[in-house]
């Protein structure tokens, strides 16, 4: 079992605090709302992207310290990545926070890996997946909100 | 019963054995996380004494057969118990008569059950329903259904900052297009305690029926249906120290032999052909098919543990739980509580600068501590307060002076976590 510590690591607190890539892109190519009913967790991102790469994106949100962590780290992963390697990063990430059994790759996951103290949170799962989620439907060409329920 | 243990302090009432009855609710000596469960969502469910469980496990393992139609020896004990706990239910609220006691699965299926059975033949276009801002979910919902059906309009009491209703505004949407009058009598999300008596009266003057949400009240306070002259009062067993998946809903006697029934099938009926059905009387005619036999004889164990104990010293005791709670909550800086009507029960809605209310429920839990995060059903409530969420501490009277001292402690270490 992993500590308290592990899950409110100073990176996430830090995170929370300031998060990265806050804010709108003026006229973003792509716009999606995600919201989780159960904490009432809110974000929007915005999305620009060029030639398959993610050229730029930021979010806005409202809701607890994983969730915007989460989207702040997330947004800082996937800045110029392709849309391929952020679909790979998330289909291992959302591993990272669902599977306990997994041995933590800190080399791979870098500091996504902080978030891996969900796991033993099930009820907290869906505040770290769900900037991940939007992430997928709007790259996905989506545009109905998505919602972790 | 074990002996209480060497005198624990049990708030200002040395009187009240706290730690005899914990004895009896064989759950809160497990632990969580490592650490002893402080359980402190009692407004959300309550937990269940031996007395209860044993009570279920009875009739499964004694007497398990079916009520009201066998001849047989096991269905005529397993009616006995049946029919016994709804005396024990018209007792406990002071209802006029067996008839008047109906068992439906919870608060939310009996105020459905109104509103599609009295609601439906009674109510037409324009006419008015009050709910007020503080409502549950499970009171604004079926309403909004009924409205949808009939044309009828709802109408809302708000409240004011201290989350008390405003009777001046009340009295204000009060006209002779009023039909129903629907109020929580204890809210879930502020812990106020509603002058319920006065509502009804004002609403009888306007010759609107009134049904009180107790769900909250039962579990806390003297519930004398009769006293507060409501039509209707609907209320949970697992919020009564009762089973999950029973409740009651009680109305005044007249009012529900003219309603029609909600639900068709075995048990409501007296007579059936094709042609024609007679109804069964009351209380039979809303408890169409089997119902929640166990849960039913569990819900009379649990009334007859609380009138053991007395529910005015429940109250008391549990009012000086939320005295100590509210005065050390005062000491925390950056915490605001949510909801502080004068007149309260032992409910302590609050948010906490900086600290979303679910980092709080992670990091409490991580210390066995089980408090409510979210709107509680009441996201009307987290609007009017401009909130997304609460943290939420509601005790009962198993809970003691020291479970809130380690409730203050975790707080204070959720914001170290987060300064
Ligand atoms: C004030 C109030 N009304 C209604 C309900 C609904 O009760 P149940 O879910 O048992 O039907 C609750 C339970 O949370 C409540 O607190």
Redesign the interface.
């Known amino acids: 079992m992993l500590d308290l510590k592990d899950l409110y690591q100073e990176v996430i607190v830090d995170h929370n605090r300031s998060p990265r890539n806050f804010g709108k892109i003026e006229h973003p190519q792509k716009i999606l709302e995600g919201f989780n009913p159960l904490c009432g967790d809110r974000l929007t991102l915005y999305l620009n992207v060029d030639d398959g790469r993610i050229a730029d994106i930021k979010f806005d949100a409202s809701g607890c310290a994983i969730s915007i962590a989460s989207a702040s780290l997330m947004t800082e992963e996937v800045k110029r990545k392709s849309v391929a390697e952020a679909e790979t990063i998330f289909t291992d990430f959302h591993e990272l926070v669902t599977d306990s059994g997994q041995q933590i790759d800190f080399d791979k996951f870098g500091k996504l890996a902080v978030l891996a103290g969900v796991r033993d949170y099930p009820s907290r799962v869906k505040c770290a997946t769900l900037c991940w989620h939007t992430l997928q439907a709007v790259l996905a060409g989506d545009d109905t909100p998505v919602t972790t329920e | 019963m074990t002996q209480p243990n060497a005198a624990a302090p049990s708030a200002s009432d040395p009187g009240f054995p706290v730690e005899e009855y914990r004895q009896d609710f064989p759950i809160l000596s497990r632990t969580v ?1 490592d650490k002893p469960l402080v359980y402190l969502d009692n407004a959300a469910t309550s937990q269940k004494p031996q007395q209860v469980i044993d009570a279920l496990d009875d009739y499964y393992h004694d007497y398990n057969s079916n009520i009201h139609r066998g001849v047989h020896t096991l269905s005529e004990l397993a009616t006995d118990k049946y029919e016994t706990s709804r005396g024990k239910v018209k007792d406990f609220i002071n209802a006029a008569s067996d008839k008047e006691i109906i068992f439906v699965r919870g608060t939310t299926e009996g105020i459905n059950l109104i509103a599609q059975s009295y609601g439906r033949s009674n109510l037409r276009a324009g006419d008015e329903i009050i709910l007020s801002e503080m409502e549950h979910h499970s009171n604004i919902v079926p309403w909004q259904l009924l409205c949808e059906q009939t044309g009828a309009i709802l109408k809302v009491i708000p409240i004011n900052d201290a989350g008390e209703l405003s009777m001046d505004e009340y009295k204000n949407l009060l006209n002779e297009r009023t039909r129903i009058v629907s109020v929580a009598h204890i809210s879930n999300a502020l812990g106020t305690v509603n002058p319920v008596k006065e509502i009804t009266d004002l609403a009888h003057a306007a010759n609107a029926v009134v049904i009180l949400d107790g769900a909250q009240a039962a579990p806390h306070t003297q519930v004398d249906v009769r006293a507060l002259n409501c039509d209707f009062y609907a209320f949970s067993g697992h919020k009564l120290f009762g089973p999950t998946g029973i409740g009651v809903l009680y109305g005044k006697q007249a009012l529900l032999e003219d309603m029609p029934p909600h639900h068709g099938g075995g048990d409501m009926i007296k007579m059936v052909t094709f042609e024609k059905t007679l109804y069964n009387d009351l209380p039979y005619k809303f408890e169409a098919g089997t119902p929640y036999i166990a849960g039913v004889i569990g819900l009379g164990e649990a009334i007859d543990y609380i009138n053991n104990i007395g529910i005015d010293r429940i109250g008391n005791y549990e009012h000086e739980l939320l005295q100590y709670a509210t005065e050390a909550a005062a000491t925390v800086t950056g915490l605001k509580l949510i909801g502080v009507a004068k007149d309260k029960a032992s409910i302590l809605s609050f948010v906490v600068h900086g ?5 709080l429920g ?2 409490l ?2 210390d066995g501590i089980a408090i409510r ?3 509680h059903c009441a996201m009307p409530v ?1 609007e009017r307060f401009k909130i ?2 609460t943290a939420r501490a509601s005790f009962a009277f198993y809970n003691t002076i020291e479970e809130i001292d380690k409730l203050i402690t975790g707080i204070d270490k959720a914001k170290r ?2 300064k």
């Open positions: 996380r600290i979303h209310p679910h980092d992670t990091i839990d991580h995060s979210g709107h987290m997304p969420a976590i987060f």
